[in-house]
């Protein structure tokens, strides 16, 4: 079956340190793989987009990986701050011409100072 | 800019009623999306649509009909509500994802529903 997995638990991390979120996924071909936040009672806000041609990108604080063959993405939040607590949600932008963008159930992070 | 607006914000039906939320965006975006989240399950697409006049299935699509007939609307119907149609819905807009340079969805702030 498809599916798109990511950590259900919630990551405790200190401020300062590195946060790391990974999302599996299996039965999918995605052209694009994308990282949203989300905060409590708002809409999902788009951080990082990696292409299935690209390993890695960076933004400020943020990194993304992207591996096709292990079906994997890693997302990266260096020097962490209470403010980045948020629930993290990957995404896969579905290739094939079905232009489907399909969610992970998201990884919910805390920083505690 | 407005960006994407969901109507209404709030919402209870009873069990069997119909009604309709509306989506409207004013990035003259091509792609439209609506999704359902509920506890520990993420976002659930429904129906999506690539542009006027066009739609398709999601994951979730059940219970529920969409139209496209303007390109900023996207409208998500329930014909007849159930309880377990309770849940969030987030309507999100984006330029066609192989258009050059494009990348993001944009999402609303979403319409909480609940069916009794």
């Known amino acids: 079956s498809q599916k798109i997995e990511q950590n259900s638990e919630a990551l405790n991390i200190q401020e300062g340190k590195t946060a790391t979120l990974t999302c599996n996924y299996t039965n999918y071909s995605p052209a694009y793989l994308q990282w949203y936040r989300q905060d409590p009672g708002r809409g999902p806000v788009f951080l990082l987009l990696i292409r299935e041609n690209e390993k890695e990108k960076r933004k400020e604080r943020l990194k993304v990986t992207f591996d096709t063959t292990l079906k994997q993405s890693l997302f990266h939040i260096t020097a962490s701050q209470p403010a980045d607590s948020a629930t993290y949600l990957c995404a896969l932008l579905l290739s094939g011409g079905y232009n489907k963008l399909i969610f992970g159930a998201g990884t919910r992070l805390a920083v505690h100072p | 800019n407005a960006g994407v607006t969901q109507t209404p914000k709030f919402r209870v039906l009873k069990t069997g009623q119909s009604m309709t939320l509306l989506c409207a965006q004013d990035?003259?975006?091509?792609?439209m999306y609506w999704y359902r989240q509920d506890p520990g399950m993420g976002l659930r697409l429904i129906h999506y649509s690539v542009g006027e006049g066009t739609t398709a299935k999601g994951e979730v699509p059940d219970g529920y009909n969409v139209s496209r007939l303007k390109k900023q609307n996207f409208l998500l119907g329930l014909e007849s509500a159930a309880p377990s149609q309770t849940s969030v819905y987030f309507c999100?807009?984006?330029?066609?994802?192989?258009?050059?340079?494009?990348?993001?969805?944009?999402f609303g702030q979403g319409t909480r529903l609940t069916v009794v």
């Open positions: 999100a807009s984006s330029y066609s994802f192989f258009r050059q340079g494009a990348s993001e969805a944009f």
């Open positions: 990035m003259n975006h091509e792609y």
